[in-house]
């Protein structure tokens, strides 16, 4: 009897849960989040650890809502703050989430959560437990702030010189005034280019091979499929390409003209090889 009573009771909450999540998503298409936090906060307390299919997608649900109801409300931190404990509980269930760690990454960015958004995408990009594609976007997402670090140093009117060179107007870089901000260039150039070597190390051979993927012989699965992981590594490339210039501006400042030949050759190599995987995405 008392198993009996324990199953019925089980079965009870995942058929209430269903309801709570089918109004839930109703209301939440109608923009009425509030009622749908109410209703996913109900189903989720169904099953607070996920164990079940309406448990997990209820603590996903209720993230999104609390996201949107974020986006509605950018002074509202505390929904930002809930999001990111719901989305947390839906990434344990499932780490290769890639949806849910992007949005508490997103969030993190968006409550100027500096350190937490730096210490969370490192974290990921270190886990060996998941998927390649997904360790390497996260690299690139680091990579991605030491080019912008950079960047912000070496492209502006007072080291970005238009000269006449060979008869064509040509840029010319110098080092910028103050010596603590080349230093800040060179290390956010050197710091970018080993975090996007790591993303780039793990391409796959499909990446690799992207020229000879069969387009008009995929299914449509293959070609989704195909698309996302070429974009990951697309997004690699073109950042190896920008960090190989922003070291070809750094070895200019400095005076050292074989090298910035050298890394030249480097950087439109690079650029050609983004480009590569860049024809095939456009293709399918």
């Known amino acids: 009897m008392i198993v009996l009573v324990g199953a019925n009771c089980s079965y009870y909450n995942r058929v209430m ?22 209703l ?10 996920g164990e079940t299919t309406e448990g997990k997608v209820a603590q996903l649900f209720l993230a999104r809502t609390l996201h949107s109801m974020y986006i509605g409300d950018r002074k509202n931190s ?14 344990a269930n499932d780490p290769k989430d890639q949806s849910s760690y992007k949005a508490i990454a997103s969030l993190y960015e968006n409550l100027q959560k500096t350190d937490e958004w730096l210490a969370w995408v490192t974290k990921r990009s270190q886990d060996t437990s998941l998927p390649a594609e997904q360790r390497a976007e996260a690299f690139t997402s680091l ?6 670090c950079a ?35 060179k290390k956010c150039t050197a710091e970018g280019t080993a975090l996007i070597d790591q993303a780039i190390a793990l391409e796959p051979d499909t990446v690799k091979n992207a020229k000879s993927f069969d387009i008009k012989g995929a299914n449509d699965k293959q070609l989704q499929d195909t698309m996302d992981l070429l974009k990951v590594f697309e997004s690699a ?13 750094v070895a200019e400042m400095d005076g050292r003209d074989a ?10 190599a690079a650029r050609a090889s983004f480009l590569e995987i860049s024809d095939v995405v456009k293709k399918i």
């Open 17 to 38: 849960a269903r309801k709570d999540l089918v109004d839930g998503s109703n209301a939440y298409k109608g923009r009425k989040f509030p009622e749908a936090e109410k």
């Open 143 to 148: 990579a991605a702030k030491k080019n912008t």
């Open 151 to 185: 960047n912000d140093i070496s492209d502006t009117e007072a080291t970005k010189k238009t000269v006449t060179k060979d008869g064509k107007q040509a840029f010319q870089f110098v080092k910028p005034a103050k010596p603590e901000d080349f230093e800040a260039l």
């Open 78 to 91: 505390a929904k930002a703050e809930e999001a990111i404990a719901e989305y947390q509980k839906a990434l």
């Open 259 to 268: 090298d910035v030949s050298a890394i030249k050759t480097q950087a439109e």
């Open 40 to 49: 996913f906060r109900a189903a989720a307390a169904r099953d607070p650890k």
């Open 237 to 249: 490339r073109s950042y190896k390409a920008s960090l190989l210039f922003q070291s070809m501006r």
